[in-house]
């Protein structure tokens, strides 16, 4: 069973620059349709182990992410963490070789994952192996809003940094692990010769530079 994340506490109650950092399961539609073409809709007689295998591979990335980053919350196939500008950039000299063990680890319990699925009946469980990971890191300002008990973290930068999900990285490098760094966070973590210059464009928040970094 995944871990509870443990939430982020360093958030301020108040606007303050930070680091956000998406890490998506890049193949989890596919590899969903594919448990859910063999056990079919009804889940009543047990869940099929894909769910399980997800929940590990979700609980990695949880893990590996902290405590460079807090994790905020877990979204479907991605877990969302937070860093402090200031803090980040005091230690950004190991963040790149702290991505990459992120993307180890994650790549060594995809095998395990994949290997122990290979009795079961589910011949998409197996297909495990072919999922990768993405990141997507982006630099601004933050806000906790509450609402009842309930607290979100919202501004533009936030929103940004998910709408970066949606890109065409992969026509660049190929289905790898990879970062997407923006340049208003590689310029302040020393990363901006670093990879390949990209350019993203989307309609509500235009073209987003940034540079293309491979994990693998």
Not at 190 to 201: F, I, K, P, Q, R
């Amino acid at each position: 069973m995944m871990s509870e994340p443990r939430l982020a506490s360093t958030i301020a109650k108040h606007a303050s620059e930070q680091y956000f950092l998406l890490a998506d399961i890049s193949g989890y539609s596919a590899f969903l349709a594919g448990v859910e073409q063999t056990h079919g809709v009804d889940l009543s007689h047990g869940i099929p182990a894909g769910y399980e295998i997800l929940g590990a591979l979700l609980d990695v990335v949880v893990q590996a992410i902290q405590p460079t980053f807090a994790v905020v919350k877990v979204e479907g196939d991605a877990v969302f963490g937070v860093a402090a500008a200031a803090e980040l950039d005091a230690g950004s000299g190991s963040l790149l070789a702290t991505l990459r063990d992120v993307v180890d680890r994650f790549h060594e319990v995809k095998l395990q994952q994949a290997t122990f699925a290979s009795d079961h009946v589910c011949t998409a469980c197996p297909v495990a192996g072919n999922l990768w990971l993405k990141m997507l890191l982006h630099r601004g300002f933050g806000v906790q809003v509450a609402g009842g008990s309930h607290t979100e973290l919202h501004g533009p930068a936030v929103t940004l940094a998910h709408r970066l999900l949606k890109n065409d990285v992969v026509a660049r490098v190929g289905p790898r692990p990879y970062l997407f760094v923006t340049d208003a966070a590689a310029a302040p973590l020393g990363l901006g010769d670093t990879g390949l210059a990209h350019v993203e464009s989307y309609p509500d928040a235009g073209a987003v530079a940034g540079r293309i970094v491979t994990l693998d």
